[in-house]
């Protein structure tokens, strides 16, 4: 979405801020990474090539004040975080105050996630979602590549469905793995790449299992969307499963034609899916 509002950049971890970097040079908007230490990939941040600010997790008074002085408007959070214990957080004035006014709300990611937005969009700025600046990326309906799923792949996706939309309704995680019918694994705090490897090891004998992630139900939209790319895809063949299916117009799709390209030649579908 072109825009010559200044856009913030808060930056986690995987690839998702250089894309977004590259988006904004592609438009011409103007752009500042702030990047998170230890979560961001210093390689990443360097090839996006833009104004940056380095900060801890817990230096939010910090973070909020590099924004004003770059002159930021709006603000896109990308990328994952793994969470800190309060030890490893070393919260700042700003920080301490703000996990003191939320309390319960930090135990759940969204909404830990929530109570950031409601927090930026107090200081101001206007937080945008990542489909508003990689509407590309958003992923359609139908197969993106690899062999259509057979009655038994789709009846592990809707019971996949069924699943995941229990797991999001309580707060826990957007992905589930499903072979025959049995649930092999719900994501968690450890992210797709580590379910993946876990069931890799639970593999039942016969035809391999779904990987199925929809967004959480009520989630608002500007955060966290599930998102998957080549390495899923790659890592999900590794894990012996036939097929990954996302949520078309709430997930992310990166690289559609690397990811229809790597499905076709490791032999498993991708596909879009508008869960009812």
Not at 98 to 110: H, Q, T, V
Not at 151 to 168: F, M, N
Not at 223 to 237: E, F, K, Q, R, S
């Amino acid at each position: 979405m072109a825009s010559n509002r200044k856009l913030g950049i808060i930056a986690g971890g995987g690839c998702l801020p250089g894309l977004i970097a590259a988006a904004c040079r592609a438009e011409g908007r103007p752009a500042h990474v702030l990047a998170l230490t230890g979560h961001a990939d210093p390689a990443v941040i360097a090839a996006a090539d833009l104004p940056t600010d380095w900060i801890r997790l817990g230096e939010a008074g910090s973070g909020f004040a590099s924004l004003r002085q770059a002159g930021v408007s709006d603000v896109v959070m990308v990328g994952p975080v793994r969470r800190p214990s309060l030890s490893e957080l070393a919260p700042d004035l700003r920080t301490a105050r703000f996990f003191a006014r939320i309390g319960l709300k930090a135990l759940g990611d969204d909404g830990l996630l929530r109570a950031v937005v409601t927090e930026l969009e107090s200081e101001g700025f206007q937080v945008v979602g990542i489909d508003q600046v990689l509407a590309s990326c958003l992923a359609r309906p139908g197969l993106y590549g690899g062999p259509a799923p057979d009655a038994q792949a789709e009846a592990d996706i809707a019971r996949g469905i069924e699943v995941a939309r229990a797991l999001g309704a309580v707060d826990v995680g957007q992905s589930v793995v499903i072979q025959q019918g049995i649930v092999l694994g719900v994501e968690a705090i450890e992210g797709t790449d580590r379910l993946l490897e876990r069931c890799g090891l639970l593999a039942r004998d016969g035809v391999g299992g779904v990987l199925v992630k929809l967004k959480k139900p009520g989630q608002d939209r500007r955060i966290d969307l599930p998102a998957i790319g080549t390495n899923t895809v790659t890592a999900a063949a590794s894990a012996g499963l036939r097929g990954i299916a996302v949520e078309a117009g709430a997930a992310l799709v990166l690289g559609r034609e690397a990811v229809a390209a790597e499905a076709r030649r490791l032999g498993l579908f991708v596909i879009g899916i508008a869960p009812l």
